[in-house]
């Protein structure tokens, strides 16, 4: 199995970790294991009921990667409930998220509050003090922020992230 490189973002711990059909003993019964980013997904879609789309923005992943952990996340639950497995839910690749995200410009060191789930990336924003254009998360609980240099892959593809070679084309 291969440990994706990126952790997805999940709003809360699962406040319960454990179900089980009534009157079977555990030891007779057979398990499934539900990541809390799983869970998430399934949240996010049958409570918050969001589009796959933004469901996806929210935790940070594409958006076909957030079909394929829904997809495994509701053929799991389905297995309990028709096949009278345990369910037990817990660990993953996830960090939690606030309902806000605190953005941070590399250029200025201006910080400012995202609201979770706006779909917006740090690596597509713009400074709203200084107008650059390097910004990156700073409230990746426990883990460090990516580098200034490779802020974002997708946003500038083939150009170079030079630092404060701002060109003004018209002059
Ligand atoms: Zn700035």
Same mark, same amino acid.
């Given at each position: 199995?291969?440990?994706? &490189?990126?952790?997805?973002?999940?709003?809360? +711990?699962?406040?319960?970790?454990?179900?089980?059909?009534?009157? $079977?003993?555990?030891?007779?019964?057979?398990?499934?294991?539900?990541?809390?980013?799983?869970?998430? @997904?399934?949240?996010?879609?049958? $409570?918050?009921?969001?589009?796959? +789309? +933004?469901? @996806?923005?929210?935790?940070?992943?594409?958006?076909?990667?957030?079909?394929? $952990?829904?997809?495994?996340?509701?053929?799991?639950?389905?297995?309990?409930?028709?096949? /009278?497995?345990?369910?037990?839910?817990? *660990?993953?690749?996830? $960090?939690?998220?606030?309902?806000?995200?605190?953005? &941070?410009?590399?250029?200025? *060191?201006?910080?400012?509050?995202?609201?979770?789930?706006? /779909?917006?990336?740090?690596?597509?924003?713009? !400074?709203? &003090? !200084?107008? *650059?254009?390097?910004?990156?998360?700073?409230?990746?609980?426990?883990?460090?922020?990516?580098?200034? *240099?490779?802020?974002?892959?997708?946003?500038?593809?083939?150009?170079?992230?030079?630092?404060?070679?701002?060109?003004?084309?018209?002059?």
């Amino acid at each position: 199995m291969v440990r994706p &490189a990126k952790p997805r973002y999940v709003q809360d +711990e699962p406040r319960f970790g454990y179900f089980k059909p009534k009157g $079977i003993p555990l030891r007779e019964l057979e398990e499934e294991r539900l990541s809390v980013e799983e869970l998430e @997904a399934l949240r996010l879609i049958d $409570i918050e009921c969001l589009y796959q +789309e +933004e469901a @996806a923005a929210r935790m940070e992943v594409s958006r076909p990667t957030f079909h394929r $952990i829904l997809k495994d996340a509701r053929a799991k639950v389905t297995r309990c409930l028709i096949e /009278g497995k345990a369910l037990g839910i817990e *660990g993953g690749n996830y $960090i939690l998220a606030g309902d806000t995200r605190i953005f &941070a410009c590399f250029s200025c *060191g201006h910080e400012w509050n995202e609201p979770f789930g706006s /779909g917006i990336r740090a690596c597509e924003s713009t !400074c709203p &003090a !200084c107008g *650059g254009k390097t910004v990156r998360r700073a409230d990746c609980k426990g883990r460090r922020a990516r580098a200034p *240099g490779r802020a974002c892959e997708r946003s500038n593809p083939g150009q170079e992230t030079q630092e404060e070679t701002v060109t003004r084309g018209s002059d």
